[in-house]
């Protein structure tokens, strides 16, 4: 590492590395959250075809399987938030991998 200016060049990529790793870790979250998300809506929406399936009323299970559930699904992070809005100290760290409140998804419920 070289010392220029007074500055240690060192800590500079370091802090620089710290921010992109944060970066990294929110985008990586979002995506999987838009994973899960389909994830989840895919398996409920498998059950409730077996589940109307297992009735045996065709006319029921083909009404109700056109129909558009249009349910959300959001995978939040409720420490983050917390720690974003200063309701939880940060006695066990900064936020770990948002920092803005609305990516925690939590203002979206």
Not at 13 to 28: F, I
Not at 32 to 60: L, Q
Not at 100 to 109: E, G, M, V, Y
Request: proline residues 2%; aromatic residues 6%.
């Amino acid at each position: 590492c070289l010392v220029k200016e007074g500055k240690n060049e060192c800590e500079d990529l370091q802090r620089e590395a710290q921010d992109l790793q944060k970066t990294l870790r929110s985008l990586a979250a979002t995506v999987r959250s838009e994973y899960s998300a389909r994830c989840i809506k895919d398996d409920f929406m498998a059950g409730w075809k077996e589940t109307i399936g297992e009735k045996g009323d065709s006319n029921v299970a083909s009404s109700s399987l056109s129909l558009n559930l249009g349910f959300s699904v959001h995978c939040v992070s409720a420490n983050d938030y917390l720690k974003i809005q200063k309701i939880k100290a940060f006695t066990d760290g900064q936020p770990h991998t948002f920092s803005d409140a609305t990516d925690t998804q939590i203002p979206s419920l």
